[in-house]
């Protein structure tokens, strides 16, 4: 849990590039559980601070092109292992 933590702060702090009204976009990786929790912190993290954000599922592999490519906003919700 403290490192489930510890990534929340990391994602608010590093990873948020604005604060617009426009969603910024996280990839999560389907069917992986770790994944599912790291979202739900990241959703009411984000919420508290008036935040949008959208959470798109993708393949491992498209996860990391997405990321790389700069159409999600943070590649370290991103955890692939290939």
Known sequence: MKKVALLVVFFIFFCSTSYSQEPLRF??????PDQRVGTEILKLAYKRLGIPIVIVEMPGK???????????ECRKMVHWKG
């Not at 990839?27 to 992986?32: L, P």
């Not at 498209?62 to 999600?72: F, I, Q, T």
């Open 62 to 72: 498209r996860a990391l092109v997405e990321s790389s490519e700069g159409r999600v």
């Open 27 to 32: 990839a999560r990786i389907i069917n992986t």
